[in-house]
Structure formats: structure tokens, C-alpha cells
Nanobody, 122 residues
Framework: QVQLVESGGGSVQAGGSLRLSCVVS????????IGWFRQAPGQEREGVAA????????HYADSVEGRFTISQDIAKNTVYLQMDSLKPEDTAMYYC???????????????WGQGTQVTVFS
């Protein structure tokens, strides 16, 4: 089994930055891809960014391209999401998730963290 724990959420003014962390543990052979997803009330869950940990390949949603950066610290089994130039529409619960294969769609991810709230105000 894979366990994931997110942290780093909070409230920030529009234009500001936050850095989210996701610590991955357990059967990490099943966590070759780590994705960040977000969901606002009444909205579908949206894939934000993903990293294929074996090679470091990354993917971003169009809505965050150029503003968010996903990275990893292999020694710490931690994946980060650096969020810059935040907008009010980025407000959501952010989740990290693990998949065996590269993907950015939620149905492909079998393990999920509890989420961390991000609120952007103006």
C-alpha cells in the first residue's frame, strides 16, 4: 500500500506563492507517478501537475502552465508543488496521488492523500 501526506496549504493574497509538499511512503514501487489534483466546491477534480518519479518527466495542466512547478526530492520521498502568481481561481482543496504509470487523470490514481486547502484572496 501507498501512503501520501500533503502539507503546505494556507491563505495567500493573489499574486503570492505557496509550496505544497507530499510525502510518499509504503509500497513505493506502485508510486512511480505522483500527481497533484485540486477540487473546488461544485467543480470536478482537476489534474494540476504530475511527475514520473523514475525519470523526472513532468506534465502540467494548461491552467497552471508557467506558474506552477512540480519537483521531487528522491532521498526524502517527497514531491513538491511550487505555486507562484496565484489567482483566486486557484482556490481549492489540493490532493496528491500515486499511480504506477504516467497519467494526469484522476481515475488512473489508486492512492490519495487527505488534501490541503489553498485559498487565494484579492
Amino acid at each position: 500500500q501507498v501512503q501520501l501526506v500533503e502539507s503546505g496549504g494556507g491563505s495567500v493574497q493573489a499574486g503570492g506563492s505557496l509550496r505544497l509538499s507530499c510525502v510518499v511512503s509504503g509500497y513505493t514501487d506502485s508510486a512511480n507517478c505522483i500527481g497533484w489534483f485540486r477540487q473546488a466546491p461544485g467543480q470536478e477534480r482537476e489534474g494540476v501537475a504530475a511527475i514520473y518519479t523514475t525519470a523526472g518527466n513532468t506534465h502540467y495542466a494548461d491552467s497552471v502552465e508557467g506558474r506552477f512547478t512540480i519537483s521531487q526530492d528522491i532521498a526524502k520521498n517527497t514531491v513538491y508543488l511550487q505555486m507562484d502568481s496565484l489567482k483566486p481561481e486557484d482556490t481549492a482543496m489540493y490532493y496528491c496521488a500515486a499511480s504506477e504509470r504516467p497519467s494526469i487523470v484522476a481515475r488512473d490514481f489508486g492512492y490519495w492523500g487527505q488534501g490541503t486547502q489553498v485559498t487565494v484572496f484579492s
